[in-house]
């Protein structure tokens, strides 16, 4: 997948970098210094993040903590961008959770518990 960046006053635009792997769930940091997605890529599935400034291949953040079971999807800053949420796993069902973790992919906490799956749109902001 080809990341591309559009010119807000002229309407151009430009490819910034490739990745490996189809991004689901973007979300910006709140300084706009990278992005994270959820996705599969050779290091396996989980949260990535892509720095901004340097264009880097995207780094593996956050690993599929429950294989076999719903991999992290959907996650998004919040907290002023110094926590993640995403929806996934608890490892024993296949129902919808969503997990906190730290900006970088620490302490993984369950903060809340669903019998299904949930999808994020601009919440915990």
Aim: proline share 10%; no cysteine.
């Amino acid at each position: 997948s080809i990341i591309t960046i559009l010119n807000p006053d002229d309407g151009t635009t430009q490819d910034f970098t490739t990745i490996p792997t189809r991004p689901r769930s973007m979300d910006f940091a709140p300084d706009g210094g990278d992005i994270i997605f959820a996705g599969n890529t050779g290091m396996g599935q989980g949260i990535y993040r892509l720095e901004l400034t340097s264009g880097s291949q995207p780094l593996l953040l956050f690993p599929n903590p429950t294989p076999g079971f719903t991999p992290p999807r959907q996650p998004h800053y919040y907290d002023n961008g110094n926590r993640i949420v995403y929806h996934g796993s608890d490892g024993m069902t296949n129902s919808g959770n969503l997990w906190t973790i730290d900006a970088n992919g620490n302490d993984r906490q369950l903060l809340l518990s669903f019998g299904q799956p949930v999808f994020l749109l601009d919440v915990l902001r």
